[in-house]
Every structure is written in C-alpha cells, then in structure tokens.
C-alpha cells in the first residue's frame, strides 16, 4: 500500500540556522500539506499546496517557511531561521480536498 | 476561531466492550468530518470519514454524525488492547484539518 515517506525522521539544528524537511508523497494525490504537533498540544495546520502553488496557510506559517515542490515526487518545508519554539513534530500530508494522509513525521528539535 | 472540543480522557474500557468517543464542532459550515487513530510517539492514521447525516459502518467502526447538534462521535465495538490510543477528530473547512486535542483511549485486558 503506497505511503508517504518523510526524512529526516529526526533533525537537531541550532536556533537561527536553516532546515528542510522533506516528503514524499502519495504518487497519485494531487494536495499535499504540512502539519505540525508540539509535543503533548493538538496537530496544528500549517499550510496547503495544489497546483504549485499555496492554496491556504495558518497564522504559524510566516515568512519563516517556505514550501517547495522542486520536482515531480518531493515536497519540502524549509525553515529559513529556527527558533526554539519550532521545536516539534512535522508531519507531511497528501490526498484529495476531502481525505489527508499523514507521513511518519519528522522530530525538529531546535537548541 | 474554528475549533474542535474532544473530552481528553483517559477513557478507560474492557476488553471486547463498546468504546464510544465523543466530539463538537464550531463551524456549521463544515462538510467533512475525520477520525484519526495516533498511537504514541506516531503519526496520525484515518480511521473514518463522514460526509452526511446518520452512521458509517466500517469493520469495528462506527461513525456517527449529526450536523444540526454539530456533534461527531465513534464507536468501537468488540474493543482490544491493540487500540489503546489517542483518538483525533478532525473537520475538513476551507483545505485544511482542524484536530481536536484527542480521546486518549485505554482497553484493558
């Protein structure tokens, strides 16, 4: 049954450098998602993507992320400056407007 | 604000009972509607989707939905110890999920 991958599934980086996490999602989805859960609090949205380009995005995505679909297969959350309060799991999601499948996460621990 | 309200448990069931999992909504708006199942330390996995008034049967799952009340629940029936986890409801409004804070879910043997 096909999934969506993620890596690294752990990533340690100092506060103020720069992280990508990326995904890969389902093959055949057309709408992929980042998601993010500070630990022991709710799964927050963060943004969503069709047709390459942006189609909503929450108040947490600021001009600190970015997202990416560099190529027919991945798509990438970059993180221009961490701070410790981007300390979380991220979680990439693809499906259709209705159904959202989540990757295995990736754990952001900023120090 | 949109919000999702879930009891934050534990609910604590038997082996082989019925687990019931409850949650509320704020936005009449909202269509789609989503059970997630998330183990710890994990991701979250769709367990059930419900788009219309009334149940959805799937296995061991039932889903109910009532959009006037604005009330989602979840039924496990013949629960076991494999599904002790935390239970997500989540609405679909605008292209994005909004999640409750989860039922943490324990079935003792």
């Known amino acids: 049954e096909p999934e969506v991958t993620q890596t690294p599934s752990h990533q340690v980086t100092q506060m103020g450098q720069e992280v990508i996490l990326r995904c890969v999602p389902i093959?055949?989805?057309?709408?992929f998602y980042w998601y993010r859960q500070i630990l022991g609090q709710k799964v927050e949205f963060l943004v969503s993507f069709y047709n390459n380009e942006i189609s909503e995005k929450s108040e947490i995505f600021d001009d600190q992320f970015s997202v990416e679909r560099p190529d027919g297969s991945n798509f990438t959350l970059k993180i221009r400056s961490t701070k410790l309060e981007d300390s979380a799991m991220y979680f990439c999601?693809?499906?259709?407007?209705?159904?959202?499948?989540f990757g295995p996460g990736t754990r952001l621990t900023v120090t | 604000q949109k919000e999702v309200e879930q009891n934050s448990g534990p609910l604590s069931v038997p082996e082989g009972a019925i687990a019931s999992l409850n949650c509320t909504y704020s936005?009449?708006?909202?269509?789609?509607f989503f059970w997630y199942r998330q183990y710890s330390g994990k991701s979250p996995e769709l367990i059930m989707s419900?788009?219309?008034?009334g149940d959805k049967e799937d296995g061991r799952f039932t889903a109910q939905l009532n959009k006037a009340s604005q009330y989602v629940s979840l039924l496990i029936r013949d629960s076991q110890p494999s599904d002790s986890a935390t239970y997500l409801c989540?609405?679909?409004?605008?292209?994005?999920?909004?999640f409750g804070g989860g039922t943490r879910l324990m079935v003792k043997p």
């Open positions: 999601a693809s499906g259709s407007e209705y159904e959202q499948y």
């Open positions: 936005d009449r708006g909202s269509q789609s």
């Open positions: 989540a609405f679909n409004a605008g292209n994005m999920l909004t």
């Open positions: 419900i788009y219309s008034n």
């Open positions: 093959s055949n989805h057309l709408y």
